[in-house]
């Protein structure tokens, strides 16, 4: 009997980026994480995603953080470990589309400051607006992950995926994600694309996905099955829920099997003790909600994400009109599918919910129109999938003309604009590139970062400058 051939499988962890993202709106510090890199970096984890996604608005918004900082001290902290960030392609880690000079200056100041693995994707699928970051990445000779926002619907058919994992394979990418943010991969259909991709394409296949349906842990148990080479966990007291399935229950799952991680328990038992008091207190401050804890198959029926129904939930409660929920939840696949059934992801997934809660709320479709529909409409953040709806569309943009080039195409580059307005308060390269994506939120950091130096000087100038009496 041929003996079994081993196939080591691979994890990445997100608990120091998608984790706390997903459960306690990426509110975790720096100052939280630096104790237990050591013992992170010792688990022999594939990666460890720690940056980018909604980290980098978070840190300087909310925690007063320099982002770039972060990535400095946790690249000092990681001496064996892959580190791995997430790039919305043309996007950045911003909401709108910026100038090509700018993705360059922001890839290679990521990969030079410490990321090694770049997982870029866009909320369309739209392949024109990952090129340039792709290109920016293989210059910096970083890792390109290419991931797909894996959606339902008509159009999202198996020759669909295959053919899209051949297209990212001659784009240059160095492997290929499944980005399942919504958890909407069930398990007997992962076993399906994993192997039709592992029939179509040479790159290795990372799965991503949530567990808010409740499925998650299974689709993962048979998409590695399938072939899959890397699945993305996170430590036990942030998976679940709206995050990730836990690390330590996929090791145990495939430990004795061909396919078994080798990480060693004990340690990952001492992180897990590291992160538990840390969600006590998230979920003692209200951080950390327990309805995200829960299992939701809703987000079967309406494709939304975790994230997308708190989301939706705020925005009702603010109207005044909570018992809207469901006609809302039931608008949102009609609005998706005017919009060319696009997946639902930052940024789609705002646009279409909003869009949803005015169509319900005005009592009359597209009555109110936001200004990002219009864009989505205009053609501004590329091409869906299947085409909009014509009589939707010209109720909303009228007679403006859709673009039909790479948005991009049409920015000017931006950089030098950006280092004349951010002048009086650059202190480091990176500054420009965190004021082009939030330039208000950023300037409030610099002004906070200033007025902390200032203090840190005059208190320096009482204990060494003591006036004495004469």
Same mark, same amino acid.
């Given at each position: 009997m041929a003996e079994q051939v081993k196939k080591p499988l691979k994890i990445t962890e997100t608990v120091l980026r998608d984790a706390h993202q997903s459960l306690i709106a990426t509110r975790m510090s720096?100052?939280?994480?630096?104790?237990?890199?050591?013992?992170?970096?010792?688990?022999?984890?594939?990666?460890?995603?720690?940056?980018?996604?909604?980290?980098?608005?978070? $840190?300087?918004?909310?925690?007063?953080?320099?982002?770039?900082? *972060?990535? *400095?001290?946790?690249?000092?902290?990681?001496?064996?470990?892959?580190?791995?960030?997430?790039?919305?392609?043309?996007?950045?880690?911003?909401?709108?589309?910026?100038?090509?000079?700018?993705? &360059?200056?922001?890839?290679?100041? $990521?990969?030079?400051?410490?990321?090694?693995?770049? *997982?870029?994707?866009?909320?369309?699928?739209?392949?024109?607006?990952?090129?340039?970051?792709?290109?920016?990445?293989?210059?910096?000779?970083?890792?390109?992950?290419?991931?797909? $926002?894996?959606?339902?619907?008509?159009?999202?058919?198996?020759?669909?995926?295959?053919?899209m994992a051949k297209k990212i394979e001659e784009m240059g990418a160095d492997s290929l994600c499944i980005k399942d943010m919504a958890g909407l991969l069930v398990p007997y259909e992962a076993t399906k694309l994993v192997k039709a991709l592992k029939a179509g394409t040479k790159l290795p296949i990372e799965m991503h996905t949530h567990y808010t349906s409740g499925v998650a842990s299974m689709t993962y148990l048979k998409s590695v099955e399938a072939g899959a080479d890397i699945i993305d966990t996170a430590m036990s007291p942030f998976a679940m829920g709206t995050s990730q399935p836990a690390t330590e229950v996929m090791v145990e799952t495939f430990r004795g099997t061909e396919y078994d991680t080798g990480l060693d328990q004990n340690l990952l038992a001492e992180i897990a003790d590291y992160f538990r008091p840390m969600q006590e207190d998230a979920l003692k401050t209200g951080l950390l909600n327990?309805?995200?804890?829960?299992?939701?198959?809703?987000?079967?029926?309406?494709?939304?994400?975790?994230?997308?129904?708190?989301?939706?939930? $705020?925005?009702?409660?603010?109207?005044?009109?909570?018992?809207?929920?469901?006609?809302?939840?039931?608008?949102?696949? *009609?609005?998706?599918k005017d919009f060319g059934e696009p997946p639902l992801v930052t940024p789609s997934s705002q646009i279409v919910g909003t869009q949803a809660v005015l169509n319900v709320l005005q009592g009359e479709r597209y009555k109110m129109v936001t200004k990002e529909s219009k864009k989505v409409l205009s053609g501004e953040f590329g091409e869906t999938?299947?085409?909009?709806?014509?009589?939707?569309?010209?109720?909303?943009?009228?007679?403006?003309?859709?673009?039909?080039?790479?948005?991009?195409?049409?920015?000017?580059?931006?950089?030098?604009?950006?280092?004349? /307005?951010?002048?009086?308060?650059?202190?480091?390269? /990176?500054?420009?590139?965190?004021?082009?994506?939030?330039?208000?939120?950023?300037?409030?950091?610099?002004?906070?970062?200033?007025?902390?130096? &200032?203090k840190v000087d005059v208190t320096a100038a009482d204990t060494t400058n003591k006036a004495y009496p004469v």
């Amino acid at each position: 009997m041929a003996e079994q051939v081993k196939k080591p499988l691979k994890i990445t962890e997100t608990v120091l980026r998608d984790a706390h993202q997903s459960l306690i709106a990426t509110r975790m510090s720096t100052e939280q994480m630096l104790p237990i890199v050591d013992k992170m970096d010792k688990v022999g984890y594939y990666a460890v995603e720690c940056w980018g996604g909604a980290t980098f608005d978070a $840190s300087l918004r909310f925690l007063k953080e320099d982002p770039w900082e *972060r990535l *400095r001290k946790l690249r000092d902290g990681f001496k064996n470990t892959k580190l791995q960030m997430l790039f919305r392609g043309q996007n950045i880690l911003g909401y709108n589309h910026y100038a090509d000079d700018v993705v &360059e200056y922001f890839v290679q100041k $990521s990969i030079a400051n410490g990321i090694d693995i770049i *997982r870029i994707f866009d909320c369309f699928n739209d392949l024109r607006n990952l090129q340039t970051a792709v290109k920016a990445a293989n210059k910096e000779k970083g890792h390109v992950q290419i991931a797909l $926002s894996y959606t339902l619907g008509d159009a999202y058919t198996l020759e669909y995926w295959t053919d899209m994992a051949k297209k990212i394979e001659e784009m240059g990418a160095d492997s290929l994600c499944i980005k399942d943010m919504a958890g909407l991969l069930v398990p007997y259909e992962a076993t399906k694309l994993v192997k039709a991709l592992k029939a179509g394409t040479k790159l290795p296949i990372e799965m991503h996905t949530h567990y808010t349906s409740g499925v998650a842990s299974m689709t993962y148990l048979k998409s590695v099955e399938a072939g899959a080479d890397i699945i993305d966990t996170a430590m036990s007291p942030f998976a679940m829920g709206t995050s990730q399935p836990a690390t330590e229950v996929m090791v145990e799952t495939f430990r004795g099997t061909e396919y078994d991680t080798g990480l060693d328990q004990n340690l990952l038992a001492e992180i897990a003790d590291y992160f538990r008091p840390m969600q006590e207190d998230a979920l003692k401050t209200g951080l950390l909600n327990p309805k995200v804890m829960g299992v939701n198959i809703k987000t079967l029926l309406y494709q939304v994400p975790g994230g997308m129904l708190s989301n939706l939930v $705020s925005q009702l409660k603010e109207a005044h009109a909570e018992d809207k929920y469901y006609q809302v939840l039931e608008e949102i696949p *009609r609005v998706r599918k005017d919009f060319g059934e696009p997946p639902l992801v930052t940024p789609s997934s705002q646009i279409v919910g909003t869009q949803a809660v005015l169509n319900v709320l005005q009592g009359e479709r597209y009555k109110m129109v936001t200004k990002e529909s219009k864009k989505v409409l205009s053609g501004e953040f590329g091409e869906t999938v299947k085409p909009f709806n014509k009589e939707v569309q010209k109720k909303c943009i009228g007679d403006v003309k859709p673009i039909t080039c790479r948005p991009a195409d049409l920015i000017k580059p931006q950089l030098a604009e950006y280092e004349k /307005e951010i002048a009086q308060w650059k202190q480091q390269d /990176e500054d420009v590139l965190s004021y082009a994506l939030f330039p208000q939120v950023a300037t409030e950091f610099f002004k906070y970062r200033q007025a902390q130096q &200032e203090k840190v000087d005059v208190t320096a100038a009482d204990t060494t400058n003591k006036a004495y009496p004469v």
